[in-house]
Nanobody, 121 residues
Framework: QVQLVESGGGLVQPGGSLRLSCAAS????????MGWYRQAPGKERELVAR???????NYADSVKGRFTISRDNAKNTVYLQMNSLKPEDAAVYYC???????????????WGQGTLVTVSS
């Protein structure tokens, strides 16, 4: 099994910054894509940013230029640097990873438990 443990959420004022981390542990052959999603109250979960093993990335339009996703393949960890935070960025942020668990060529998407980001003055 694969476990994803997120950290770094909290309360920040508008315009502030936070850095989220998500570390994968357990038994797996490899991890391909890793990503961050978020879900605000009353809204559907949405993609924030995603990074492939070759470090190619994509972002939601709403966070481009403010958020940066990165990863450390040696540590199986993905990061989300969030700058210029806005009240509308407040949500529970979930990490996910496409992990090869039972087979080297079959990837399964695994989710973390979420970390709360609150943006308020």
């Amino acid at each position: 099994q694969v476990q994803l443990v997120e950290s770094g959420g909290g309360l920040v004022q508008p315009g502030g910054s936070l850095r989220l981390s998500c570390a994968a542990s357990g038994s797996f052959f490899s991890i391909n894509a890793m990503g961050w999603y978020r879900q605000a109250p009353g809204k559907e979960r949405e993609l924030v940013a995603r990074i492939i093993r070759d470090y190619s990335t994509n972002y939601a339009d709403s966070v481009k230029g403010r958020f940066t996703i990165s990863r450390d393949n040696a540590k199986n960890t993905v990061y989300l640097q969030m700058n210029s935070l806005k009240p509308e960025d407040a949500a529970v942020y979930y990490c996910n990873a496409d992990a090869a668990i039972a087979s080297r060529n079959v990837y399964v998407r695994v989710w973390g438990q979420g970390t709360l980001v609150t943006v308020s003055s």
